[in-house]
């Protein structure tokens, strides 16, 4: 099993930034591919970027490209996502994930999640 904690989400104004964490335990960390999805009120929830084990590769939705990034530290057994330029677009539950394979998490199908942290953008 592996355990998943976001935090740092909260209240922003349009044009702001944000760094969410999500803190993993359980198992080996530096074997999971890591990816962060949302869901916005009333939608269904959607991928938005995801990390490989050694952060070789790196993939994003379209509508983040150049203003999230995602970034991992094996050391601490966390994942980040930076996200800056933020729009009431961006304004949803955000949750963690966690798979052995990083093309799993692209198709939203990974094994584990955390419960989520809400981000909401004002404008």
């Known amino acids: 099993q592996v355990q998943l904690a976001e935090s740092g989400g909260g209240l922003v104004q349009a044009g702001g930034s944000l760094r969410l964490s999500c803190a993993a335990s359980?198992?080996?960390?530096?074997?999971?591919?890591m990816g962060w999805f949302r869901q916005a009120p009333g939608k269904e929830r959607e991928f938005v970027a995801a990390?490989?084990?050694?952060?070789?590769?790196?993939y994003y939705t379209d509508s983040v490209k150049g203003r999230f990034t995602i970034s991992r530290d094996n050391a601490k057994n966390t994942v980040y996502l930076q996200m800056n330029s933020l729009n009431s677009e961006d304004t949803a539950v955000y949750y963690c994930s966690a798979d052995r394979d990083f093309w799993t998490t692209v198709k939203s199908k990974p094994r584990y999640w955390g419960q989520g942290t809400q981000v909401t953008v004002s404008s």
């Open positions: 990390i490989s084990y050694n952060g070789g590769n790196i």
């Open positions: 359980g198992r080996t960390f530096s074997n999971y591919a």
